[in-house]
């Protein structure tokens, strides 16, 4: 049996006050949880974030971090100093990352196994564009990005530890949510791609649906047979809107 996971994914969204409130009202409505849920602040809140959730299950996840483990990278932020700070998992290979950054499936998987190596948790982001799915290319995209990973022993190795989101890009902030059905049919694609290198790997690991999740959607995508969980943007900035999510995740 999978546990549940959750993870809210702020992006460049709050100021200290608004995130202090946000992150207050989700520890008071989360006591208990049968999911495992992760909040993911913006990096200078980490520290506020982390002060606020102590005594509560939430965990704390930072939203991209360096491949490298230090040196001169000017603005750039380590996996050791994310651990620092009280991280217990980092998203990583966004596509808003791999758009907007030039983060290639070779630099998104190194970043994958130096999270791993230090001991994050790594959430890798695979998903397609609207034009890659309208092509029938959906497995081909989802395959090379995870094929970064799996044909490396590195790779495999760090994939022993990470979390999988699968977030079709078309899907995310439009309010366009993925078919339960679409959504599990991938899923199931990327439990059968792992599978052909681990299948232990494949029984076992997480994976997560994101785009346009919300309280009234997310019950019935939580239970397709190989969701376990979902990885929220916009939702996640309104606490109840976000403990509903919570809540669908058992
Ligand atoms: P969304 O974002 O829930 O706002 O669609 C999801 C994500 O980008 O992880």
Same mark, same amino acid.
Request: proline content about 3%; glycine content about 10%; some cysteine.
């Given at each position: 049996?999978?546990?549940?996971?959750?993870?809210?994914?702020?992006?460049?969204?709050?100021? =200290?006050?608004?995130? /202090?409130?946000? *992150?207050? %009202?989700? #520890?008071? !409505? &989360?006591?208990?949880?049968?999911?495992?849920?992760? @909040?993911?602040?913006?990096?200078?809140?980490?520290?506020?974030?982390?002060?606020?959730?102590?005594?509560?299950?939430?965990?704390?996840?930072?939203?991209?971090?360096?491949?490298?483990?230090?040196?001169?990278?000017?603005?750039?932020?380590?996996?050791?100093?994310?651990?620092?700070?009280?991280?217990?998992?980092?998203?990583?290979?966004?596509?808003?990352?791999?758009?907007?950054?030039?983060?290639?499936? =070779?630099?998104?998987? /190194?970043?994958? *196994?130096? %999270?791993? #190596?230090? !001991? &994050?948790?790594?959430?890798?982001?695979?998903?397609? @564009?609207?034009?890659?799915?309208?092509?029938?290319?959906?497995?081909?995209?989802?395959?090379?990005?995870?094929?970064?990973?799996?044909?490396?022993?590195?790779?495999?190795?760090?994939?022993?530890?990470?979390?999988?989101?699968?977030?079709?890009?078309?899907?995310?902030?439009?309010?366009?949510?993925?078919?339960?059905?679409?959504?599990?049919?991938?899923?199931?694609?990327?439990?059968?791609?792992?599978?052909?290198?681990?299948?232990?790997?494949?029984?076992?690991?997480?994976?997560?649906?994101?785009?346009?999740?919300?309280?009234?959607?997310?019950?019935?995508?939580?239970?397709?047979?190989?969701?376990?969980?979902?990885?929220?943007?916009?939702?996640?900035?309104?606490?109840?809107?976000?403990?509903?999510?919570?809540?669908?995740?058992?």
């Amino acid at each position: 049996m999978r546990k549940s996971l959750v993870a809210g994914n702020w992006k460049m969204n709050c100021n =200290a006050a608004d995130g /202090e409130a946000l *992150v207050s %009202a989700i #520890k008071v !409505g &989360l006591k208990s949880s049968v999911a495992d849920v992760v @909040l993911c602040p913006p990096f200078v809140y980490l520290p506020m974030v982390e002060r606020v959730l102590r005594g509560s299950p939430v965990s704390l996840g930072a939203q991209n971090m360096s491949q490298h483990v230090g040196g001169a990278y000017t603005g750039e932020l380590s996996a050791g100093m994310l651990l620092d700070v009280g991280c217990k998992y980092v998203i990583l290979g966004h596509s808003e990352r791999r758009a907007q950054c030039g983060e290639s499936d =070779a630099i998104v998987a /190194e970043k994958v *196994v130096a %999270a791993s #190596k230090a !001991g &994050l948790l790594p959430i890798l982001c695979i998903g397609e @564009l609207l034009a890659e799915r309208e092509q029938g290319t959906t497995e081909a995209v989802i395959s090379c990005q995870l094929d970064a990973l799996l044909s490396s022993e590195a790779g495999l190795a760090a994939l022993q530890s990470a979390v999988i989101a699968y977030e079709p890009v078309w899907a995310i902030g439009t309010g366009m949510t993925a078919t339960p059905e679409q959504a599990q049919s991938v899923h199931a694609f990327i439990r059968q791609r792992i599978a052909m290198k681990d299948p232990s790997l494949a029984a076992r690991i997480q994976l997560l649906y994101g785009g346009s999740v919300k309280g009234g959607n997310a019950e019935e995508l939580f239970a397709q047979v190989d969701i376990d969980g979902g990885l929220i943007g916009g939702a996640s900035l309104d606490a109840e809107e976000f403990l509903t999510i919570c809540r669908a995740a058992t």
